[in-house]
């Protein structure tokens, strides 16, 4: 389950990059990585500039996505953190306070528990 959820979240995240000028979610110009704005832009539709729409539908304004229909869970992390994302630049942690890490300098998602952190 894990492997193929972090299949499907890192193809929707390139899919993502290539609707958006290669910017990934999560990101914004002058602005630190959000992990509640990639799980919204990956779960709404947006606009090329990642503006989010509300509705979560396509609209003229936001006709890219959504890319999920849901945020999975990682199955491995306990409580409400599981389906949550923290970022950074380099490795993920593992610490579990997070279902999952993305690191902004490779534009890349990991499983931020302990035991798969390096997947």
Known sequence: ?????????????????????????????GQPFSGELLVRQLTHATSAAGEV??????TEKCPYGPYLKS???????????AVTVTGGAGPASGDGK???YF?????FLYA????????
Not at 14 to 24: A, I, N, R
Not at 71 to 81: H, S, T
């Open 71 to 81: 945020f999975p869970r990682n199955p491995f992390v306990k409580g409400p953190q």
């Open 103 to 107: 690191d902004v300098s490779k534009g």
């Open 1 to 29: 389950m894990l492997k193929s959820d972090l299949q499907t979240l890192r193809s929707q995240i390139e899919l993502y990059k290539m609707q958006h000028l290669d910017m990934s979610p999560g990101v914004r110009a």
């Open 53 to 58: 729409e509300p509705s979560r539908r396509s």
């Open 112 to 119: 931020n528990d302990p035991e798969h952190k390096d997947w």
């Open 98 to 100: 997070t279902g999952w």
